[in-house]
């Protein structure tokens, strides 16, 4: 089992800044894809970004490629997302999932899943 926790979400103003964290726990995460989606009201998921935790490999939604970016501290077991020139269409609630695949950027991909944590850009 994985447990996942997200945490730094909340309000900012269109044009700022959030960085949201993703602190993992339970079996050894080091051959997992980590991965960020969002959902927003009456949308379905989607994916935004995934990194894998052995290594450096990225794969970013088109939507937030030059403003998002994923990052990982393995020694603190930590995935983070630096969300910058956020925008009002980027609200929504982010989820932290982990995925035993390869390459994965649908839900049904992911194994595991955060409680997600509330983002919401003013205009």
């Known amino acids: 089992q994985v447990q996942l926790v997200e945490s730094g979400g909340g309000l900012v103003q269109a044009g700022g800044s959030l960085r949201l964290s993703c602190a993992a726990s339970g079996r050894t995460l080091s051959s997992y894809l980590m991965g960020w989606f969002r959902q927003a009201p009456g949308k379905e998921r989607e994916f935004v970004v995934a990194?894998?935790?052995?290594?450096?490999?990225?794969i970013y939604a088109d939507s937030v490629k030059g403003r998002f970016t994923i990052s990982r501290d393995r020694a603190k077991n930590t995935v983070y997302l630096q969300m910058n020139s956020l925008k009002p269409e980027d609200t929504a609630v982010y989820y932290c999932?982990?995925?035993?695949?390869?390459?994965?950027?649908?839900?049904?991909?992911?194994?595991?899943w955060g409680q997600g944590t509330q983002v919401t850009v003013s205009s």
């Open positions: 990194i894998r935790w052995s290594g450096a490999n990225t």
């Open positions: 999932a982990a995925s035993g695949s390869l390459y994965a950027t649908q839900e049904k991909g992911y194994d595991y």
